[in-house]
């Protein structure tokens, strides 16, 4: 399943974000950052207080020399800590679509800063980010480890097919100005995380649908703020 | 150009107000763009963010105006600021009648907010709405942002409507409400599941399209339960075949490929639904044949679809023609020049090897370019393949590579994951407990915080009990070489907190056990470690104090985990002491130590308090009473807990008949409610006033009720029926929580049983690992002799032992694991140099073995050491050998085989007379009536000069291995000339990492 689009410019700026499933890391950088969060790291250093303080009296003197699994309280660890810490500042910047900025800016390091010979699949954090470049942009789909990568390249390359196909000769401006078309477009291609349409042609007709009704729309638009006009004349 | 390009189409653009844009927008993204700095930009953000704020709530802005607004807002938060405050207004643009306002919200809202935010309730209603409009473009926007928006409590208000427009006419609707359905299985899979067969009757839908969505929710569902989906398996093997004989519109092709994306989520279900099942693989064939066949390995999709075949292959119930056709195109993924195809060639290798090891030697080069390959994630690739194929006799080489790795990287997440990879195959296939230490050191050096600390506890262990042997001077031997490594290692700064405890720990254990080392030499070192350990943890508080969030905490959380460390060192510094004082001999208290003990009793925290004084305290004890308290080299012994206390049964028994009130556990005190005390609660009805939220439960066995009744009538045992149940309690029903009482006894249990790991250890026959190979050498010797059946027979035992050696980790007898560690060893040679050489290099290890190990225990009998059902002629050659030559010399057996008249000449062999052997040699070919074994039987001179030849070649070729091309044709050149074939032109380190 697809967790999540990116779509980066070649100096970082995010172009499209679209998150499909909220229960990533997403889950958790909210959660320490909230008050709920706070409240649970003090409930964790209770608990870990209340250990040390009881057991290590009773367990650690009982045998002089061994220590046995039992006397072994699992201790915060720093990297722990630094962890939650960052978390709760890192939760307080939330980005789009509520995408933290480190997750974008980490992303961004790492894709961008690869080489055009590589192979276009980075590992992170237990998923795999597929990308593609084209242009000066950086398509890039984040997926389960035991996705199939090659087809999510080609689902890449399906969108910019179809962004091609829609805007006549796709370029980074047109997605610049019209990021809601291309999330139309998006929404038509993926659906909560999967391929919903793998035809060209049924995408196509669909937004060419929608298109017609906004035309529509705004033609009556603007024919009744003709008609007003002529009226006030 | 490109600018002029640019340029065209901004100032298209601007007239035609760009679909519908308005200049101020244009100008925003322009001026972001040509933003110098990110200050600038979050300056020209925040203004636009106030202009929208000011604008949004003005009631007189028209509703097309509010739409670019909208939008305007998307892009903001895009780029990362904050607009919160305009999400409601998103949320009253879906109300809006009109359809293009409507999208438009809803695809902001979308982009907003989740399932989870406070906002959703308002949308609902307008789904729900939406969901029943006869417009169908309505309903597809409500169905995308339903897809996003409803979780699992809006669920039940629209589900009726989305299962309803299953049947809608429209396609795309259709399409859109199986994708729904789908993500609220994904959500909440028990308020969908009577839905389920739904599913079943869109696959039958006209549109290819619908079928195609169908098949996301049904791999999940297969996932999930594979064997109630059988019945569907012919069905889903029809409509492949019908794809790929292109039956479909050909609006679904796709660069020339039909339906590339049906088939591969079909070839994804067929691999679940014939995983394990014969019959069920059996209908695949064909198909998957099929597309073999047809497959095109020249574009992209071409490669998806050939490496999903490849991973339904190895799901699917192996057949060798099917394996054949997937080992083919792996080895053309392999091949390939671009990195893309080489990682999936690596993936689907390490697939197919758990089918049949074998694939995987005729790769070892492209494996070894791609494990030295530039490329990270293809490397990461690798190594997540030599994880899958170690075994005892590579597993140095690989971790060793592992580590080398590790320690270069900074990615936190996977730095953690390979470090437990070496953890797991160093725990599992380590060669020696020595190498166990030095490997364990390493990974604690480097990744000490990421490994679980349990890790550390086996290794204590491991140090404390040693081999589980009687053998004492061994285990001694392997202290002081632990000791030894550790007083190396202790002075280096930043070492991991976990390390450093186990290093305080050996050196207070076994720091003066052999005498080399002085008391106050190793007590200076633990000083110092304790005094910096303490100032940089406290540096590292101050810097944290300057993060003002919950301080107060993080102060208690850090003082724990820094303090702990210390309290290691001095009780290692206790320990020595005591030791010394025990010994009879006079210690002198350093002035580091004593400093450091002055400062630990005003420590703030109690447990460092007490340790110091103790030891203040033990140094006043005269030496009976040291060791007493102290027993020398008491780490071993079992700790017995009375978790009862019924030692206090007297005190207690005693407090009742002076009147005292019997003691009621609070589980059982009225009026206290916890949810993990609900089953005694149960029992006690009565006395529980309070409400109780659960459905009624079956009645427990009746043996809890009546040690409850027990303790009410003998209060003296109160305490040993209640803290029993409470204890097991934890164990089957983890999640709950539980009185605090029982907590630590249940977190005891827990961890107690953790320990199965050190079995390993403990196992005497791991250590001697030479004898092992020599005798199943020996086999392949005699499986060689035997001419050309020899080959086929060692690879069929060998698949049976690999099946066996999966399971490894759990039980299977040490016999076994020799058996395959020591078959992969022969075959890997064999696969280096092919065809002619096969018989050549099962030689080579008896050669290389015998050198070293001259008298090696007496094999085991035959029929133990092939499992399952060897082939005949293996047995027969192997028994008499082994009941007629007991002494377990391979040659001396094979001198038996040979028979009376020809034997002692040929095979007194020493590498260095072969050639003068070999007159000798044609004398028996000639003679000799049996020239079955004695072919056999000669090959061995024969092929241990030409052996020592490759293996010259071998190291040449290996020293110079080097990236240019001339490197490569000279490597080529001495490779034909010492008889390897090219493709094993870096044999040592092959043999080191495949046999």
Not at chain 2, 383 to 403: A, C, G, H, P, Q
Not at chain 2, 728 to 755: A, C, I, M, N, W
Not at chain 2, 852 to 872: D, Y
Request: include cysteine; glycine fraction near 6%.
């Amino acid at each position: 399943m697809i967790n999540f689009v990116l779509l980066i410019s070649r100096q970082g700026k995010v172009r499209l974000t679209k998150w499909y499933s909220p229960y990533t890391q997403k889950e958790r950088t909210k959660r320490l950052g909230t008050k709920e969060g706070e409240k649970d790291i003090y409930r964790m250093a209770r608990i870990r207080e209340r250990k040390t303080r009881d057991i290590n009296p009773n367990q650690m003197y009982q045998g002089w020399g061994r220590p046995t699994p039992d006397a072994f309280v699992r201790r915060i660890q720093e990297t722990e800590i630094e962890e939650a810490l960052k978390r709760m500042k890192s939760g307080k910047a939330m980005g789009p679509d509520g995408i933290p900025i480190e997750v974008i800016r980490e992303l961004s390091g790492l894709i961008l800063t690869r080489g055009p010979k590589l192979c276009n699949f980075v590992e992170w954090r237990g998923y795999k980010v597929v990308y593609r470049r084209y242009a000066s942009l950086y398509f890039c789909m984040c997926v389960d480890a035991d996705d199939n990568e090659l087809e999510i390249l080609e689902i890449i390359h399906h969108f910019v097919e179809i962004l091609d196909r829609y805007f006549g000769s796709v370029c980074e401006l047109d997605l610049i100005f019209n990021f809601h078309k291309a999330y139309y477009i998006l929404d038509e291609i993926l659906i909560a995380g999967e391929l919903q349409e793998s035809s060209k042609k049924n995408v196509a007709r669909l937004i060419a649908a929608q298109d017609s009704l906004v035309e529509a729309a705004k033609e009556e638009a603007s024919s009744i703020s003709n008609i007003i006009a002529q009226a006030t004349k | 150009m490109e600018q002029l390009r640019t340029i065209g189409r901004e100032l298209a653009m601007g007239s035609q107000g760009g679909w519908g844009q308005s200049k101020e927008f244009l100008d925003l993204v322009k001026s972001i763009g040509e933003a110098r700095s990110k200050a600038e930009e979050d300056r020209i953000i925040a203004r636009e963010l106030e202009h929208l704020k000011r604008r949004l709530a003005d009631p007189d802005v028209p509703r097309r105006k509010m739409k670019e607004l909208l939008l305007r807002l998307v892009y903001a938060e895009m780029l990362g600021h904050d607009a919160s405050f305009g999400h409601i207004h998103a949320v009253k643009m879906t109300h809006d009648e009109s359809l293009p306002l409507k999208r438009t919200g809803y695809l902001a809202v979308a982009l907003f907010i989740d399932e989870r935010h406070d906002l959703v309730i308002l949308v609902v209603n307008t789904i729900q709405k939406d969901l029943r409009s006869d417009n169908y473009l309505v309903v597809c926007a409500a169905l995308t942002a339903a897809c996003r928006l409803i979780g699992e409590e809006a669920m039940p208000a629209v589900l009726p409507q989305v299962v309803e427009l299953l049947a809608h006419p429209k396609e795309a609707v259709r399409k859109k409400a199986v994708m729904a359905l789908h993500r609220f299985y994904q959500r909440s899979p028990s308020s969908v599941s009577h839905l389920v067969s739904n599913f079943r009757k869109r696959l039958c839908d006209n549109d290819p399209g619908v079928m195609g969505a169908t098949l996301c929710p049904l791999y999940d569902l297969i996932l999930e339960d594979p064997s109630s989906y059988k019945d569907l398996v012919v069905s889903f093997v029809n409509i492949l075949k019908q794809v790929a004989e292109r039956r479909l519109p050909t609006s679904y092709d796709y660069h020339q490929m039909p339906a590339p994306f049906i088939q591969i989520k079909l070839l994804k279900i067929l691999a679940v639904l014939g995983s394990g099942d014969k019959q069920a693989s059996g209908h695949m064939y064909t198909v998957l044949g099929d597309i073999f066949r047809k497959g095109d390995t020249t574009s992209n999709i071409g490669n998806a679809i050939l490496y999903e075949c490849i991973c339904c292959i190895s799901s699917i119930f192996p057949n060798p023609k099917m394996l054949e056709a997937a080992a083919e195109t792996t080895s053309k993924f392999l091949k390939s020049d671009s990195h893309n195809l080489k990682y999936m060639g690596i993936d689907a290798l390490g697939r197919l090897i758990k089918i049949n090891p074998d694939i995987a030697e005729e790769h070892q080069l492209a494996v070894i370019d791609c494990l030295e390959d530039p490329d990270d994630t293809l490397k990461r690739k690798t190594f997540e393949l030599l994880y899958k194929m170690t075994k005892s006799t590579n597993v140095e080489v690989i971790v060793d590579r592992m580590i080398e790795y590790m320690i270069n990287i900074t990615d936190h997440h996977y730095k953690t994951e390979i470090a437990s990879r070496c953890v797991e195959l160093a725990e599992q296939f380590a060669p020696s407990n020595q190498w166990f230490i030095q490997t364990m050191n390493k990974v604690f050096e480097h990744a000490g915080d990421l490994v679980n600390i349990k890790v550390a506890h086996n290794l204590m262990r491991l140090i404390a009990e040693g081999f589980g042997e009687d053998d004492e001077g061994a285990d001694s031997q392997l202290r002081s070489s632990a000791v030894d490594s550790y007083l190396r290692i202790v002075g280096e700064p930043k070492l991991p907190s976990s390390f450093l405890q186990i290093i305080c720990w050996v050196l207070g254990e076994y720091g003066t056990a052999d005498g080399r080392y002085s008391a106050s030499y190793i007590i200076g070192k633990l000083c110092d470690v304790a005094e910096a350990h303490l100032t940089d943890d406290t540096v590292k508080v101050c810097s944290h104090i300057l993060a003002p969030i919950s301080f107060v905490t993080y102060f208690g959380l850090f003082l724990s985990c820094v303090l702990y460390t210390e309290a290691y060192a001095i009780s290692a510094i206790l320990k020595i002491i005591a030791f010394e004082i025990a010994r009879g001999r006079k210690i002198d208290m350093l002035p580091e130590c004593q400093t450091l003990v002055d400062e630990l009793s005003a420590s703030h925290s109690t447990d460092l308090q007490q340790r110091a004084y103790e030891l203040q305290a033990l140094l006043g004890l005269d030496k009976h009473a040291v060791e007493s308290v102290m027993p020398s080299d008491a780490s071993c012994e079992d700790i017995e807990v009375d978790r009862n206390l019924s030692f206090l049964n007297g005190f207690v028994q005693q407090a009742l008949e002076s009147g005292a009130s019997p003691y009621i556990p609070e589980s059982e005190r009225s009026g206290v409610i916890s949810v993990g005390s609900y089953r005694s609660q149960e029992q006690h009805e009565t006395s529980a006033h309070a409400l109780r939220f659960e459905a009624y439960e079956l009645p427990k066995a009746s043996l809890p009720v009546a040690t409850a009744q027990a303790s009410m009538s003998m209060p003296t045992t109160d305490l040993v029926p209640v803290s029993e149940p409470g204890y097991y309690k934890e164990d089957h029903q983890t999640s709950r929580s539980q009185p605090s009482g029982d907590s630590l006894s249940g977190e005891f249990g827990v961890k107690l049983r953790l320990d199965g790991v050190q079995k390993k250890w403990g196992r005497p026959t791991y250590s001697s690992s030479t004898p092992s190979s020599s005798t199943s050498s020996q086999q392949a010797t005699n499986g060689g002799s035997h001419s050309d059946g020899g080959g086929s027979t060692s690879s069929h035992t060998r698949e049976s032992s690999y099946g066996s050696k999966r399971q490894q980790g759990t039980e299977v007898s040490a016999e076994k694991q020799k058996l395959a560690a020591s078959l992969f060893g022969s075959s890997a040679a064999k696969a280096d140099r092919k065809a002619q050489a096969s018989r050549k290099t099962a030689k080579e290890s008896p050669l290389s073995e015998k050198a070293t190990v001259t008298n090696a225990t007496p094999p085991p009998i035959k029929e133990q050491l092939t499992p399952a059902a060897p082939p005949p002629d293996l047995l027969d050659l192997g028994e008499p050998v082994s009941s007629s030559a007991p002494s377990a010399d391979p040659f001396s057996q094979l001198e038996g085989l040979l028979g009376p008249a020809s034997a002692t000449p040929v095979v007194s062999e020493t590498p260095a007379t072969v050639s003068s052997q070999t007159p000798d040699l044609m004398s028996i070919f000639s003679d000799d009536v049996q020239t079955g074994p004695s072919s056999g039987s000669t090959e061995p001179t024969l092929g241990d000069s030409s052996l020592k030849n490759s293996q010259k070649g071998a190291t040449a070729v290996a020293s110079k291995k080097g990236p240019s091309l001339q490197d490569a044709l000279q490597k080529d050149a001495t490779a034909r000339q010492v008889g390897v074939t090219p493709t094993g032109n870096n044999p040592n380190l092959f043999k080191d990492l495949l046999g």
